[in-house]
């Protein structure tokens, strides 16, 4: 048993993972607006008690436009949706760097990337796209569900442009 998973691979890969995705399309039908996770002095707990929930959780995203754009996975959903719209460093905001350096197609580092005025009016500019976009989430406690789920989430939402699995 990894991580206290009950569920073996054949299991996971039958029932659970597509349980969590039929979750995963409900919540998608009731989606709400990215905006709100960047409003000025809204932190996390305003935003947890605006959605009904007492505390933050570990869980699986999607962010759509009209369709899927990117799922990410966190022990924090709320708070790592708030980071994607008001970060302000290359591993807070990680969607909009990596939208931004699509389109500057440059080859700075990261740092130097986030001090240049040209990247950061991009960077800036993809938050606040993101900004207008929806989210919606699933709960998921154990990490091993978790982690599948992202992947598994990823191929059937076909979020292929932004999804990446390759370590740093």
Not at 128 to 142: K, S, T
Request: glycine fraction near 6%.
């Amino acid at each position: 048993m990894v991580d206290a998973c009950m569920h073996d691979f054949a299991t996971l890969a039958s029932r659970v993972l597509p349980g969590h995705m039929h979750r995963l399309e409900d919540a998608m039908r009731a989606a709400f607006r990215l905006h709100e996770f960047s409003v000025p002095g809204v932190g996390v707990r305003a935003l947890l008690r605006q959605h009904g929930r007492r505390e933050d959780f570990s869980g699986c995203y999607v962010v759509m436009a009209e369709h899927p754009v990117y799922v990410g996975i966190s022990r924090g959903v709320f708070k790592r949706l708030r980071q994607h719209v008001t970060g302000r460093t290359h591993s807070d905001a990680t969607l909009a760097y990596r939208m931004a350096e699509e389109d500057m197609n440059h080859s700075m580092t990261r740092a130097r990337a986030m001090a240049n005025p040209e990247f950061l009016a991009v960077f800036h500019a993809k938050r606040d796209y993101l900004c207008g976009l929806r989210a919606a989430a699933v709960e998921i406690a154990n990490p091993v569900e978790l982690h599948l789920f992202e992947v598994y989430a990823a191929l059937a939402l076909g979020t292929s442009t932004w999804n990446t699995f390759r370590t740093h």
